[in-house]
């Protein structure tokens, strides 16, 4: 299975499912490809220090969305790609991008779904002053944020918490859960009824997290 | 501490306040009374056979809901409450009420606020297919489950739940975290800073809870 990474910032899951590839732990699951929207961004840099192909399509330089979409398929096209990962890609994906990858298209999301979705979602969270938060990892459909829920990890959020102290918190959760949906995905344990998904041999369900 | 608890239903989460304190796990707080809206219901039964004073506001028997609130308050007064615990009250509580005891009333929601607000939040949760919910215990203002929040606790969403296996393991966490945060507020180990609340002693926060 051929994977595509968008990243557009300093990359640390690309990191995650890069250092994951070569524990071996990625099954099936091949990094084909990372695309930046960022010319110079750390992510692109990860990519090349990892020998993965890279390709850059600056959305700058486009003023329509749509030119956007069609210049990432037709950067992807090459790689013969079955997913794509998007890993802090802070750029919105329209309908010739989801037209051509829909389905195969996952995200990762630095809050629990449904709550606090779209950008400073580790801001929304601290300011709203919930005791838990954590990640998401979801397919991509048009909404924000609102695709088909793969896997979910909980941390505490403490007392003394600001943004960046509880982002990085969640970080830790996003660099274990990314790669674990990864490699299920390649290996063909996820299926989908609407909008449950099921993942064959999940982790371990009887835990609980409570936090006051 | 005199506290109140109002119920409509089946009264668990009551119940579970009543085997806590007598545990002696309630600390300073005192079970004083409890009000229903609904005659007939089980939580009534269950206060009563608890021996705790009991009091009925039928809310058919108000056209306005500003007149519910404020018999609600006079049937209060006797027992000179000072926290009150909504326990599956299925009544919105207006200014006449939270007036008189604004920041002084607490509520327990089945889902991790700010996600799945109002009725059915273990329904929306299945529905939406997330794969983490729980509960909040959280103060009461005016909005729909919007307060300040004190304590959550989450559980794991597994692939053959439905609504009702989901609350049922929700359930049980609701049956802890509540009798802990009144023990808390009780013991005046919970402060509030805007929508931060800080609870003294907390629960130990290395953990986490990841799910697929």
Redesign the interface.
Known sequence: MNVAVLASGSGTNLQALIDSAARGELGPARLAAVGVNVPDCRAFARAQAAGIATFVVDHRQYAVRDEFDRALVAAMEPHEIDLVVLAGFMRLLGPSFLGRYGGRVINIHPA?????PGVHAQRQAA??????S?C?VHFVEAGVDSG?????????V??DDDEASLAARILV?EH??LP??VR?LAEGRVTAD??????IE??P????????
């Open positions: 629990l779904l449904p709550a606090f300011a709203y002053g919930v005791k838990l954590g998401t088909p829920v793969i896997a979910q990890a909980a941390v505490p403490r007392d959760e274990r859960l674990s949906v299920a609407g909008r449950r998904v099921r993942v999940s982790w369900s009887g835990e609980s997290l409570r936090t006051m």
